[in-house]
C-alpha cells in the first residue's frame, strides 16, 4: 500500500526520479524546488483504512523521503504509521535521514514492520555532493541534503537495538563513482555492524526524458565520469536509461558474493533485462531471499477495530500459486495477469471477503 505523504523531497538526490514524474505537484517541484504538503493528509489514510477489511503493508514512501526536514513541521509519516500501527497493520519506510524517535517506538510494537535505508557510498564528501546539487556547484532550492553517513547508519543501529528489523539498501550503485568492490564491500560491512541481515540494491537509471539533465549535474565530478556514464547508459526499457546488463550483472554478482561470505541474504529492486519484446526480472538470477525486501510479511485482514494475519504465508505474492490468504488475485505465480492494486481493489477484496464470513 503505497503512500507519498510531501510531493518533492528536500534531500535533493541530482539523481532523482521524481523530477521526471508528469503530475503537477512534481512539476512545481522540479521547476521550483516546492514541495507540496496535503493538510491533513493523515485523516485520508485513516478513513480508507476504515473503509477496507484486507491490508498489505503501508509502504513510507515510492517516491520521495518519509523524514525529510518538513517532517519535523507537519509530522505526516509519524500519524500516518500511527493509523497503521493502531489497527495493527504493518508498515515499512526507505529513508535517507534519520528516523524520529516517535517513529520507531511506535514500529517496534508490531511484529511485521520494518525500516529500510538507502545509502550509496561511506565517503560523505561524495555523499554531499551527490544530494542537494552539490556535484553542480549550490545547493538545488529547498535542498537540505539528508543525513550524513554517520548519522544514517547511527539511526540504522538505534532501530535495529530498538527491535525494529533494518534493511539496507545500496541504492542506487552509480558506475564509475561508487561501484568499486572496495566500496560495496565497506557498505555491506558498515549495514551488518549496524544490523542489517539483508541487502538490496540497484544501479541508477535515468528517465530519459531528463537524460540531459542528470548528466549535466554529474558534470561537477568530473568531465571523464559524464563521458563514461553517457557510454554505460546504453539500454533502454520503459522510459529509463539503464546502465549496459554485463555491467549490471557484474555488480550483483559482487554484491551477492559479498553478502553470502558474510551470512546475510541479497535481492534486487526494479532491475531487468530485454528479452526479445519483454523484460525479464533480474532477481530470478540474484535474490537469496524469499521477498525482494528480505522480510516476510502477510496480507492481514481486519479482526474487529485490529487486523491480524491472513494466513501463515511468507508473503511472498509474485511466486504464489495457492492464496491461501483467500485474495485469489494475489496468487501471482499462477498466471501473468495484473501485478499492481490499488484502494479499488482492496476494497473489492474486502467487499469478497466479508461476503463468505456472511
Same mark, same amino acid.
Given at each position: 500500500?503505497?503512500?507519498?505523504?510531501?510531493?518533492?523531497?528536500?534531500?535533493?538526490?541530482?539523481?532523482?526520479?521524481?523530477?521526471?514524474?508528469?503530475?503537477?505537484?512534481?512539476?512545481?517541484?522540479?521547476?521550483?524546488?516546492?514541495?507540496?504538503?496535503?493538510?491533513?493528509?493523515?485523516?485520508?489514510?485513516?478513513?480508507?483504512?476504515?473503509?477496507?477489511?484486507?491490508?498489505?503493508?503501508?509502504?513510507?514512501?515510492?517516491?520521495?523521503?518519509?523524514?525529510?526536514?518538513?517532517?519535523?513541521?507537519?509530522?505526516?509519516?509519524?500519524?500516518?504509521?500511527?493509523?497503521?500501527?493502531?489497527?495493527?497493520?504493518?508498515?515499512?519506510?526507505?529513508?535517507?535521514?534519520?528516523?524520529?524517535?516517535?517513529?520507531?517506538?511506535?514500529?517496534?510494537?508490531?511484529?511485521?514492520?520494518?525500516?529500510?535505508?538507502?545509502?550509496?557510498?561511506?565517503?560523505?564528501?561524495?555523499?554531499?555532493?551527490?544530494?542537494?546539487?552539490?556535484?553542480?556547484?549550490?545547493?538545488?532550492?529547498?535542498?537540505?541534503?539528508?543525513?550524513? #553517513?554517520?548519522?544514517?547508519?547511527?539511526? /540504522?543501529?538505534?532501530?535495529?537495538? =530498538? +527491535?525494529?528489523? $533494518?534493511? %539496507?539498501?545500496?541504492?542506487?550503485?552509480?558506475?564509475?563513482?561508487?561501484?568499486?568492490?572496495?566500496?560495496?564491500?565497506?557498505?555491506?560491512?558498515?549495514?551488518?555492524?549496524?544490523?542489517?541481515?539483508?541487502?538490496?540494491?540497484?544501479?541508477?537509471?535515468?528517465?530519459?526524458?531528463?537524460?540531459?539533465?542528470?548528466?549535466?549535474?554529474?558534470?561537477?565530478?568530473?568531465?571523464?565520469?559524464?563521458?563514461?556514464?553517457?557510454?554505460?547508459?546504453?539500454?533502454?526499457?520503459?522510459?529509463?536509461?539503464?546502465?549496459?546488463?554485463?555491467?549490471?550483472?557484474?555488480?550483483?554478482?559482487?554484491?551477492?558474493?559479498?553478502?553470502?561470505?558474510?551470512?546475510?541474504?541479497?535481492?534486487?529492486?526494479?532491475?531487468?533485462?530485454?528479452?526479445?519484446?519483454?523484460? #525479464?526480472?533480474?532477481?530470478?538470477?540474484? /535474490?537469496?531471499?524469499?521477498?525482494? =525486501? +528480505?522480510?516476510? $510479511?502477510? %496480507?492481514?485482514?481486519?479482526?474487529?477495530?485490529?487486523?491480524?494475519?491472513?494466513?501463515?504465508?511468507?508473503?511472498?505474492?509474485?511466486?504464489?500459486?495457492?492464496?491461501?490468504?483467500?485474495?485469489?488475485?494475489?496468487?501471482?505465480?499462477?498466471?501473468?495477469?495484473?501485478?499492481?492494486?490499488?484502494?479499488?481493489?482492496?476494497?473489492?477484496?474486502?467487499?469478497?471477503?466479508?461476503?463468505?464470513?456472511?
Amino acid at each position: 500500500m503505497l503512500i507519498n505523504p510531501y510531493n518533492g523531497c528536500s534531500v535533493g538526490c541530482i539523481y532523482c526520479y521524481a523530477r521526471a514524474l508528469p503530475a503537477a505537484y512534481f512539476r512545481l517541484f522540479n521547476d521550483q524546488g516546492l514541495v507540496t504538503v496535503f493538510e491533513d493528509f493523515d485523516r485520508v489514510v485513516s478513513d480508507q483504512l476504515d473503509s477496507i477489511s484486507v491490508a498489505a503493508c503501508g509502504y513510507l514512501s515510492p517516491v520521495c523521503d518519509p523524514f525529510q526536514e518538513l517532517e519535523a513541521t507537519y509530522r505526516l509519516s509519524e500519524k500516518i504509521v500511527g493509523e497503521f500501527v493502531g489497527r495493527n497493520i504493518p508498515v515499512e519506510f526507505i529513508t535517507k535521514c534519520e528516523v524520529p524517535a516517535g517513529v520507531i517506538n511506535l514500529m517496534k510494537e508490531q511484529r511485521h514492520s520494518f525500516g529500510q535505508f538507502s545509502a550509496s557510498t561511506v565517503d560523505e564528501d561524495l555523499r554531499r555532493r551527490l544530494m542537494a546539487g552539490g556535484a553542480t556547484g549550490g545547493a538545488t532550492d529547498g535542498a537540505t541534503d539528508g543525513a550524513t #553517513v554517520d548519522e544514517l547508519f547511527g539511526s /540504522m543501529a538505534h532501530c535495529a537495538e =530498538e +527491535g525494529l528489523p $533494518v534493511v %539496507l539498501r545500496i541504492d542506487p550503485v552509480i558506475p564509475h563513482l561508487t561501484d568499486s568492490r572496495e566500496e560495496l564491500k565497506a557498505l555491506v560491512e558498515r549495514g551488518i555492524e549496524s544490523g542489517a541481515r539483508h541487502i538490496v540494491s540497484s544501479v541508477m537509471d535515468i528517465p530519459a526524458r531528463m537524460a540531459k539533465e542528470v548528466f549535466a549535474k554529474f558534470r561537477g565530478l568530473g568531465v571523464g565520469l559524464l563521458y563514461d556514464l553517457e557510454r554505460a547508459y546504453c539500454d533502454s526499457i520503459d522510459g529509463y536509461l539503464h546502465a549496459g546488463i554485463d555491467y549490471r550483472r557484474r555488480i550483483f554478482d559482487i554484491l551477492r558474493n559479498l553478502c553470502e561470505a558474510k551470512g546475510i541474504t541479497f535481492a534486487l529492486c526494479m532491475e531487468y533485462e530485454k528479452i526479445g519484446d519483454g523484460v #525479464v526480472g533480474l532477481n530470478r538470477e540474484f /535474490m537469496s531471499s524469499v521477498n525482494c =525486501e +528480505g522480510m516476510d $510479511v502477510p %496480507l492481514y485482514v481486519r479482526d474487529g477495530e485490529r487486523f491480524s494475519p491472513a494466513a501463515d504465508c511468507s508473503g511472498a505474492c509474485l511466486s504464489c500459486m495457492d492464496a491461501r490468504c483467500g485474495v485469489d488475485d494475489l496468487a501471482m505465480g499462477r498466471d501473468k495477469g495484473k501485478k499492481d492494486f490499488n484502494l479499488r481493489d482492496y476494497r473489492r477484496w474486502s467487499r469478497d471477503l466479508e461476503g463468505r464470513d456472511g
